[in-house]
């Protein structure tokens, strides 16, 4: 049996603006997703996954030649899986050359946006020993901070370059990261689609460069005030292109902190900047997924 490992991600600057070229900063999680491969002298493969209470929810059978659907618990996820393999497949002609059995296994919640799809993607690339930037494009699109999280040690700045983008490992040596938490909104967010729904033409430069620059202030900063006012920042540029509300003016407006979206807007978790207390003021108001920076980022 072969196995493979990714982390899993979160994006806390650069939402929609990475597409087009902003440096982003970006935070692998500790959590990621395993795929265990068992192969047999067979032409069929049983491919079955499990979430983080170890439940199946999803199996497919299908020959590995032709790809040929055999069968499947879910025909959707059946065809997102498909276009991966296939990708792959093209990219490299001796990957799945034999049946088995496949399973993959997550450590987080599959509702919490962490990336089930990327990790999938970067653990598939490291089978099939394919460049994972051009599977992502072949299948689900997206910036690919993510896959760039996936094999990551530690958090990272990331600048899209076709299939071989910029990444840079950093430090983020908060003084205050106590005061930091990440709060799941209990809404999962499509970020595949809000990535195809976005715009591009709406990012003039200048707001390229004004995320790529407080990208950088946030890297290097030991205030939490500083801190804070980078945030707001940030949140006000990308509210502005999107032409909607901050979640703080929205769900937060009396949080004596700051609270800023990660990724697309609209669910999964958000970033809180505030003080030990904190966690109690989103567990009153019925948010009790509260995880501390330093317990969620590798």
């Given at each position: 049996m072969?196995?493979?490992?990714?982390?899993?991600?979160?994006?806390?600057?650069?939402?929609?603006?990475?597409?087009?070229?902003?440096k982003?900063?970006?935070?692998?999680?500790?959590?990621?997703?395993?795929?265990?491969?068992?192969?047999?002298?067979?032409?069929?493969l049983?491919?079955?996954?499990?979430?983080?209470?170890g439940?199946?929810?999803?199996?497919?059978?299908?020959?590995?030649?032709?790809?040929?659907?055999?069968?499947?618990?879910?025909?959707?996820?059946?065809?997102?899986?498909?276009?991966?393999?296939?990708?792959?497949?093209?990219?490299?002609?001796?990957?799945?050359?034999?049946?088995?059995?496949v399973?993959?296994?997550?450590?987080?919640?599959?509702?919490?946006?962490?990336?089930?799809?990327?990790?999938?993607?970067?653990?598939?690339?490291?089978?099939?020993?394919?460049?994972?930037?051009?599977?992502?494009?072949?299948?689900?699109?997206?910036?690919?901070?993510?896959?760039?999280?996936?094999?990551?040690?530690?958090?990272?700045?990331?600048?899209?370059?076709?299939?071989?983008?910029?990444?840079?490992?950093?430090?983020?040596?908060?003084?205050?990261?106590?005061?930091?938490?990440?709060?799941?909104l209990?809404?999962?967010?499509?970020?595949?689609?809000?990535?195809?729904?976005?715009?591009?033409?709406?990012?003039?430069?200048?707001?390229?460069?004004?995320?790529?620059?407080?990208?950088?202030?946030?890297?290097?900063?030991?205030?939490?005030d500083?801190?804070?006012?980078?945030?707001k920042?940030?949140?006000?540029?990308?509210?502005?292109?999107?032409?909607?509300?901050?979640?703080?003016?929205?769900?937060?407006?009396d949080?004596?902190?700051?609270?800023?979206?990660?990724?697309?807007?609209?669910?999964?978790?958000?970033?809180?900047?505030?003080?030990?207390?904190?966690?109690?003021?989103?567990?009153?108001?019925?948010?009790?997924?509260?995880?501390?920076?330093?317990?969620?980022?590798?």
């Amino acid at each position: 049996m072969i196995s493979f490992f990714s982390h899993g991600k979160l994006l806390l600057t650069g939402e929609y603006t990475v597409l087009n070229g902003s440096k982003a900063l970006a935070l692998p999680t500790k959590v990621g997703q395993t795929l265990n491969y068992n192969p047999i002298d067979s032409n069929t493969l049983i491919w079955k996954s499990y979430d983080s209470n170890g439940i199946l929810w999803f199996e497919v059978k299908f020959n590995v030649d032709s790809l040929e659907l055999i069968a499947t618990t879910d025909s959707e996820i059946w065809k997102r899986l498909y276009k991966v393999l296939r990708a792959t497949k093209k990219l490299n002609s001796t990957f799945l050359i034999k049946g088995g059995q496949v399973d993959t296994r997550l450590e987080f919640d599959r509702s919490w946006g962490l990336g089930s799809s990327s990790t999938l993607i970067s653990n598939i690339a490291l089978w099939g020993n394919c460049n994972p930037y051009i599977i992502l494009d072949k299948s689900f699109g997206g910036s690919g901070f993510d896959i760039a999280c996936a094999q990551a040690k530690g958090p990272l700045t990331y600048t899209r370059n076709n299939y071989s983008p910029y990444v840079k490992s950093v430090e983020l040596n908060y003084p205050f990261i106590e005061n930091l938490f990440f709060v799941h909104l209990n809404k999962k967010k499509d970020s595949q689609k809000a990535v195809a729904g976005f715009d591009l033409n709406k990012v003039e430069v200048s707001v390229i460069s004004q995320i790529s620059k407080l990208t950088e202030l946030m890297i290097n900063c030991n205030d939490q005030d500083d801190f804070n006012l980078y945030l707001k920042t940030h949140e006000k540029i990308i509210g502005s292109i999107l032409n909607r509300r901050t979640v703080q003016e929205v769900f937060f407006s009396d949080f004596e902190g700051i609270v800023k979206s990660l990724g697309a807007w609209g669910g999964d978790f958000v970033l809180v900047s505030g003080n030990k207390e904190s966690p109690n003021y989103f567990k009153k108001l019925g948010y009790p997924t509260i995880i501390s920076f330093k317990e969620m980022i590798l």
